[in-house]
């Protein structure tokens, strides 16, 4: 478990890797798949469990809100390979968080100090990041 923390307004600790079908890099497939990652976010008011997916889909889209934050999935690493699949110990998420009243940032401005964290999975130990 891994959480991340901006002082006390939000706390974010990523759960699981719901499912990642991603078609690996080398290789050939019909389908691109995706990735769904469970999030508990927690407030000082509100806490919850958000699903969220890339690509997006209509049911499980790739941001959430949570007591007026928003928070949205823009990446999931390493990209998935035959030869080395992904483990727990090596998932990554780039998620950009934006406080109430802000704008979410295009996930291309989003990598800066401001609004964006990269979340890493960590199964064995806890740790906090603060960006």
């Not at 901006?6 to 499912?19: P, Q, S």
């Not at 079908?21 to 407030?43: K, Y």
């Not at 406080?99 to 890493?120: F, Y």
Request: proline letters at 9%; charged letters at 20%; one cysteine or more.
């Amino acid at each position: 478990m891994l959480t991340w923390s901006d002082g006390n307004a939000l706390t974010l600790r990523w759960d699981e890797v719901v499912t990642d079908s991603r078609c690996p890099t080398d290789a050939v497939c019909v389908w691109a798949g995706e990735v769904e990652l469970r999030l508990h976010v927690s407030t000082g008011s509100d806490s919850t469990s958000l699903v969220l997916r890339l690509p997006e889909r209509e049911a499980v889209p790739p941001l959430g809100k949570v007591a007026g934050f928003t928070i949205r999935l823009d990446r999931v690493s390493p990209e998935p390979s035959l030869a080395a699949p992904p483990t727990e110990e090596t998932y990554q998420a780039h998620l950009t968080v934006a406080p109430p009243g802000t704008l979410l940032p295009s996930a291309v401005t989003a990598i800066s100090d401001e609004g964006w964290a990269s979340v890493k999975r960590r199964v064995s130990a806890e740790s906090s990041l603060h960006p």
